[in-house]
């Protein structure tokens, strides 16, 4: 056979009659509707995908989907290009521009294969030992050429212009992989009545049964995939999901699905598909039926273009009519991989068979010896032969092999240009392990298979180690039936299959030379990781398998080591003569394979990045001109000016309308979280400095929250609304970060508390009513209750009607004057504002904003957490000691209070300032330093937290964090500013008005 390499029949996954034209490293090349890349590209003789990441070697298809690790293409241009997809997972359209990666100038001429005539002095773990000296190198030399080499493709320019969707559901029973194993299972639970989801990464379901022999009930494994697919299809209570990979298995049976909707059709995305969906699905039960993964085996110069595992010559013979090349080579330890021979042999493709193994005596050894196929047992590759630059293989050397043997003493060479290998085949445990699965090792598959979880998840089929096609339906059929929960068992079909003979493990094919130090066996394809490399990091004293992992970055290419770990650990077995399960695992993490962020941020793009927060008076505070300022995600009025002020004249006009009549805020923002459940009290105990659980019902209190490092990071009221049930306030930015917090230490420490969180904050509008008039205004709005200080005192709480607005009624104050805060749900907010505003109209009242707010804080001497605090400051240094309970056993943070560190003479402490000027206003974040000089360093004593012009006061006021504050009242010190400007203040109490609280007892 001559290039190209398509065949005149086969190939079952094409359409011969419509053909397809698309580019590859800008040359146009054709195939037919539903090859892949990788078939199309093979098609037109193309052998070389890729270059590996540190040699640059070239680099073929050794794959059939996503375990492929060599053949990684960027697919599509500019803002839609896509790097690192693997090309036999991308299905060709017309029009489709593909790129391969990591070359330059191009695939076939790259400068970076210097790399490989250098790489017995760049072995693994080099880069601990070099580019060490001279040390001013590493900045301007080093550093950048390390970071030019990193990396693999090249990012999309521009913004991406398509959409992507994310989805949340349930479902009784979910079944990852539609091969044999996986319809099976989804059939038997979906007979049962359960709601099932299958999905499976690849177009058509099936798994390898178009590419694997045997009957289930007398019909071909291809026929009945197609037979049982198109009925759970049409079952109401199955979902199925094609181009769907399952890329993680997290806790309490929660999994994330990819589903790639429109990457192999373009007109999808003009009809507004979304390009990528990301599934979040929550499983009663799950069945792993992922199937197993073929292993290469290790031989020198494995890695050439037209070496690839025997599956994949197969599949690409049998699904797109693509032979590998003119005449083979099959190398094997285990019966499968002579269904390869057979399937080439029909072909047309020349092909011999070499079996590592003794003996071969199989059903399937002896039909290829029967078709006239040379097989030659006791025997391995011992080194591939290339062309010029190691594109083209033109022969390999055979060598007599017996298990234990260390070195070829002769060889044969026999001509050919492709290897098509099996080592054997390994279960597909990533999913398995993700979430804590244990996993053994079976001596018998000689691979690890499933053994326990704490997760309702069951393994079926080849992802159980179960290779037999009877035993491999019973497990399906079995599972399916029990997890479904009926009762029902689904009866078993009747399955015939060759017998195959048990593999024997050959992890190092010996070879003669230097090319028996195993410097040129490759492990890890993608990161030229070689068995000489795992030899050398256990030599270095990198004896635990995790260590070697990161010594030699085997198995953290972009493939995750679906091809390599288990080669990997033979490999260290007998290096140390320890067993494989004495060597250990490494370990599986998410996701399978990769995903996009597309999908991960779903439809949270643009103007839903950060949503843009708006209480429901936001249009009255626009109608009112206000003026806005960002408070988290928020955005609050910040000052409302009229006419020809400016927003200073505004603030001072909202401060003396709250001091001398009464003012309105809208507080909406607060974060509100009601907190129920018998153990509601002792869980508030827990989470703030003080008490909570001595709370009377209708009562509030204030509370401060610190970390487990001793400082504080929110602080609120929280109100006593009955027994078992708390709502509890938080700083307007803190809300979603405390309620997580909450639910954190819930979930994961005090997991025995029978206590729900649930913010609230948007259910409710709450509105402040400050200054001395303020009691007239709610009386003005027929309270169903009564709101006399006797009867409503301060910090206390009371529910009932504003006239026909239902409300919860706080006796609070952020101002130092008498406040009420008034809370509704949130349909109600516009009208109770108006409502209010209509009945302070006779009394002054006036809306006003944060900065006014701030102000009057800040005149009283009440702290902000996040102003007066700077992520290291404790109660005790903000003067609010009385709040740290001493009499209960234990809450977040107590024990770290205790350290010296927290308890020294020198800690920065809140204290108020009063500058020498009451005319200057000192600029927030100013730097107190313990002596003026000319210019810096200048040693800092603290900095300002808070600093406001009172107008109230007639002067400036400011609070700051000053180290030993509180021992330096009246001290006066100084604040260099830029330009050589220097205030001086006067170090005083924090409380600048009403220090006796007489404004808001009344």
């Keep these: 056979m001559s290039k190209p390499y398509r065949l005149n029949g086969g190939g079952s996954r094409i359409d011969r009659s419509k053909r397809v034209t698309f580019s590859f490293d800008g040359k146009t090349l054709s195939g037919f509707q539903g090859d892949t890349i990788a078939s199309a590209v093979m098609a037109s ?46 299905e060709i359209f017309n029009g489709l521009s593909a790129v391969s990666q990591n070359r330059w100038p191009s695939l076939n001429w790259d400068v970076g294969a210097i790399n490989n005539a250098m790489s017995r002095f760049i072995p693994g773990g080099f880069y601990y030992k070099t580019l060490m000296w001279p040390a001013s190198f590493w900045k301007h030399v080093y550093e950048p050429i390390i970071r030019r080499a990193a990396g693999l493709g090249k990012a999309p320019e521009g913004r991406d212009p398509d959409t992507y969707e994310q989805i949340h559901v349930h479902c009784d029973v979910l079944v990852i992989g539609a091969g044999i194993a996986g319809l099976a299972a989804a059939e038997a639970a979906a007979a049962n009545g359960a709601k099932v989801i299958l999905a499976d990464e690849n177009p058509r379901f099936g798994g390898i049964a178009d590419i694997s022999g045997g009957t289930i009930d007398g019909h071909s494994l291809d026929q009945w995939s197609a ?71 290790a031989f020198a110069n494995n890695d050439r273009p037209g070496v690839m595992l025997a599956s994949a010559a197969r599949g690409m013979i049998e699904r797109y009519g693509v032979s590998p090349g003119a005449s083979g080579v099959v190398f094997t330890n285990n019966d499968d991989a002579y269904q390869t021979a057979l399937v080439l042999k029909s072909a047309g493709v020349g092909v011999r068979v070499v079996d590592s ?282 000052t409302y000016p009229r006419g020809a002020e400016d927003k200073h004249a505004a603030i001072d006009r909202e401060i003396l309308a709250v001091r001398n009549k009464v003012g309105l805020l809208d507080a909406s923002t607060l974060g509100k979280i009601e907190i129920k459940g018998p153990d509601a009290a002792e869980f508030l105990d827990r989470m703030y400095t003080n008490m909570f659980s001595t709370l009377k019902v209708g009562k509030c209190r ?121 809370a509704t749900p949130s349909n109600y907010g516009l009208g109770l504002w108006k409502a209010i505003l209509a009945a302070g109209e006779e009394f002054g009242l006036e809306a006003y904003g944060t900065e006014a707010l701030h102000v009057l804080r800040a005149e009283k001497g009440y702290i902000v957490v996040g102003d007066e605090t700077d992520g290291t400051t404790t109660p005790i240094d903000v003067g609010l000691d009385g709040l740290v309970s001493k009499k209960k056993a234990d809450f977040i943070g107590k024990r770290s209070l205790e350290q010296s560190y927290l308890k020294g003479p020198n800690r920065k402490q809140l204290v108020g300032l009063l500058t020498e000027d009451p005319n200057d206003v000192l600029p927030d974040g100013a730097y107190a330093v313990r002596q003026v000089k000319d210019k810096p360093p200048m040693e800092m004593i603290g900095q300002v937290t808070s600093s406001y012009k009172s107008p109230t006061l007639g002067r400036s006021i400011a609070m700051a964090l000053i180290e030993n504050g509180r021992n330096r009242m009246g001290e006066t010190i100084s604040f260099p500013l830029p330009g050589g400007k220097v205030m001086r203040a006067t170090i005083t109490d924090t409380v600048f008005y009403d220090k006796e609280g007489a404004k808001l007892n009344v």
Excluded at 73 to 78: F, L, S
Excluded at 270 to 280: D, E, I, Q, Y
Excluded at 764 to 789: C, M, N, T, Y
Aim: glycine share 10%; net charge neutral.
């Design 702 to 822: 204030y509370g401060l929250m610190m970390n487990e490092l001793g400082f504080l990071t929110d602080d609120g009221v929280t109100v006593r609304l009955a027994d078992d049930h708390f709502l509890m306030h938080t700083t307007s930015g803190g809300a979603d970060r405390i309620a997580a917090w909450l639910e954190e230490w819930l979930q994961t420490e005090w997991t025995h508390y029978k206590v729900f969180v649930t913010p609230v904050t948007e259910q409710w509008s709450q509105f402040a009513i400050a200054g001395p008039k303020a009691r007239e205004v709610l009386k003005k709005l027929d309270p169903s209750f009564d709101i006399s200080h006797e009867a409503l005192p301060h910090m206390s709480f009371v529910e009932g009607k504003l006239g026909p607005y239902p409300v919860r009624l706080f006796r609070i104050s952020f101002s130092g004057e008498l406040s009420y805060e008034v």
């Design 357 to 638: 193994r003794g003996r071969a005596e199989g059903a399937l050894p002896n039909k290829a010896r029967e078709m006239g196929i040379t097989v030659e047992t006791g025997s391995v590759i011992s080194a591939v032969n290339t062309s010029w630059g190691g594109l083209n293989i033109t022969d390999v050397k055979l060598a007599s092999y017996r298990k234990g043997q260390g070195r070829v003493i002769k060889e044969t060479k026999h001509a050919c240009d492709f290897v098509a290998m099996s080592g054997g085949w390994n279960p597909a445990l990533h999913l398995w392990c993700h979430n804590g699965g244990k996993i053994r090792f079976d001596e018998q598959i000689q691979s690890f298979r499933p053994d326990r979880h704490n997760d309702k998840i069951t393994a079926v089929g080849a992802a159980n180690g179960s290779f037999g096609l009877s035993q491999i339906l019973e497990e399906a059929y079995a599972a399916g039936s029990k997890l479904a929960g009926s009762g029902n068992v689904h009866p078993v079909p009747a399955a015939v299959q060759a017998d195959e003979r048990p593999l024997e493990p050959i992890w190092f094919a010996p070879a003669t030379g230097k090319y028996n130090e195993g410097n040129k066996h490759f492990i890890d394809f993608q990161n030229d990781v070689t068995a000489a490399d795992l030899e050398l990091a256990q030599r270095e004293g990198y004896e635990s398998v995790e260590h070697t992992k990161r010594y030699t970055t085997f198995g953290m290419a972009t493939d995750q080591g679906k091809t390599s770990n288990l080669n990997g650990l033979g490999v260290l077995s007998e290096a140390t003569g320890k067993s494989i399960p004495e060597i250990g695992v490494t370990t599986f993490r998410p996701p399978y394979t990769p995903f996009s962020f597309g999908s991960i941020a779903g439809v949270l793009t643009k103007q839903l990045f950060l949503p843009i927060r708006r209480t429901a008076i936001y249009q009255w505070h626009v109608d009112q001109k206000a003026v806005f300022e960002p408070v988290g995600q928020w955005r609050r009025a910040y």
């Design 45 to 90: 003789g193309q052998r070389v995908f890729g270059r590996s990441f540190k040699y640059h070697r070239p680099r073929g298809i050794v794959g059939l989907g996503s375990e492929e690790m060599n053949a990684l293409t960027g697919v599509g241009e500019g803002a839609r290009h896509e790097p690192n997809l693997r090309a036999t997972q991308i």
């Design 227 to 297: 037979t049982t697919s198109a009925k759970l299809a049409a079952a109401e209570n199955v979902h199925v999901l094609n181009r769907t990979t399952v890329v993680g298995h997290f806790h309490h049976n929660f999994l994330m699905l990819f589903e790639r909707l429109a990457d192999h059709d373009p007109a999808l995305l003009v009809a507004g598909v979304p390009r990528h969906r990301l599934w979040k699905v929550r499983a009663h039960q799950v069945i792993l039926a992922t199937g197993s993964i073929e292993r290469p085996i």
